[in-house]
């Protein structure tokens, strides 16, 4: 782990709603599933994701915990109005990881763990669905099919990184895409959504997770900010002996852009795809020159350009981080009232 991203413990954060102790208390009673969701000025969608959790869950037993990473918004607010939830306000933006890891660590016993974007809402039964296919030792992790809000399915399949599928993605995009899967990290050809298989990864808007893996792969590695954590923890996951189930009978919608746009976050996904290679040690350099060459055929695009300056100046990547983990200042106007 990176050391400038080290691990912020549970206890520096302030809870609205006590969460659970962890599981050696003795205090919860274990659960069918802990949910983790971290939210970041999701007001327009965290009581929806919520309000559907009872039907996808069909009967299991749930705990949920919700960790804020400084919104200023009414998504704390909306949070607290609810009894059947555990608030942790994080005070600042501690990175999709560094939520999920306190979200773990007030999380108590628990069978499995679903982490969810709160831009998602998951179909009735889905959850008991995608649970029971842990009943298979062998699988680690598994990932419904997700739709976007119109009913398209949204391509979140994805093979693992290399340099040539970056080069052939960055030049070709969404040209050809039943094009062999060595030429594209995401996973295009739609006929691969119908049919439950092993996959590489998926998108981290909805992981459910057995307690047997999230043991395993440990605390999500908080040296990504956002973006390719979850192809990290799918690779940990596959280092320690399990399987990717992607599951399409059971279904989310997914609105996307829950983290918002804008040139930083351009930038950043380009930075973190640079950094897994680098700590997994797959032809960094190159794969770092594939990226850059992406966002040269997009300069047009303010976001690329942004992205190209900031890719190819190492300097510029930790201050990139520490910018975007600032509570905004109308969070603290908020914090003083």
């Known amino acids: 782990m990176n050391p400038s991203y080290s691990a912020k413990p549970a206890g520096n954060c302030t809870s609205a709603v006590s969460g659970p102790p962890d599981e050696n208390s003795g205090s919860p009673s274990r659960v069918d599933?802990?949910?983790?969701?971290?939210?970041?000025?999701?007001a327009n969608d965290i009581t929806t994701l919520l309000d559907a959790l009872p039907a996808a869950a069909d009967g299991l037993t749930l705990r949920t915990i919700v960790v804020d990473n400084g919104s200023a918004d009414a998504t704390v607010g909306l949070v607290r109005g609810r009894n059947d939830v555990h608030c942790i306000e994080a005070g600042a933006n501690l990175g999709y990881s560094g939520g999920i890891n306190?979200?773990?660590?007030?999380?108590?016993?628990?069978?499995?763990?679903?982490?969810?974007?709160?831009?998602?809402?998951l179909e009735p039964g889905s959850l008991r669905e995608m649970i029971t296919v842990l009943n298979d030792p062998a699988v680690g992790i598994v990932v419904p099919k997700l739709q976007s809000t119109d009913g398209k399915v949204y391509l979140s399949l994805r093979r693992e990184p290399s340099?040539?599928?970056a080069i052939a993605d960055g030049l070709l995009g969404h040209l050809l895409p039943r094009r062999p899967g060595w030429l594209s990290e995401i996973v295009r050809d739609e006929a691969s959504y119908s049919s439950r298989h092993a996959v590489d990864w998926a998108g981290g808007a909805v992981l459910l997770i057995s307690?047997?893996?999230?043991?395993?792969?440990?605390?999500?590695?908080?040296?990504?900010f956002l973006y390719s954590e979850d192809?990290?923890?799918?690779?940990?996951?596959?280092?320690?002996?399990?399987?990717?189930e992607f599951?399409?009978?059971?279904?989310?919608?997914?609105?996307?852009?829950?983290?918002?746009?804008?040139?930083?976050?351009?930038?950043?996904?380009?930075?973190?795809?640079?950094?897994?290679?680098?700590?997994?040690?797959?032809?960094?350099?190159?794969?770092?020159?594939?990226?850059?060459m992406c966002s040269v055929l997009r300069l047009s695009d303010p976001g690329h350009r942004t992205a190209l300056a900031t890719v190819l100046s190492r300097s510029k990547w930790d201050a990139l981080t520490a910018s975007l983990q600032k509570p905004s200042a109308a969070r603290r106007t908020i914090s003083r009232t």
Not at 102 to 119: F, I
Not at 212 to 222: F, I, L, Q, S, T
């Open 102 to 121: 306190v979200g773990r660590q007030h999380a108590g016993a628990y069978s499995a763990m679903l982490v969810l974007n709160p831009d998602v809402v």
């Open 211 to 224: 307690a047997a893996c999230d043991r395993a792969v440990g605390p999500w590695d908080e040296g990504f």
């Open 33 to 42: 599933c802990a949910v983790v969701i971290v939210t970041y000025n999701s």
């Open 163 to 165: 340099v040539t599928r």
């Open 247 to 292: 599951l399409p009978s059971a279904r989310a919608r997914h609105r996307g852009g829950g983290s918002g746009h804008s040139n930083k976050l351009t930038a950043l996904m380009a930075v973190s795809r640079v950094r897994y290679m680098e700590k997994r040690g797959r032809h960094p350099r190159a794969y770092r020159l594939a990226v850059a």
């Open 231 to 244: 192809t990290d923890y799918a690779a940990s996951a596959r280092a320690a002996g399990f399987r990717i």
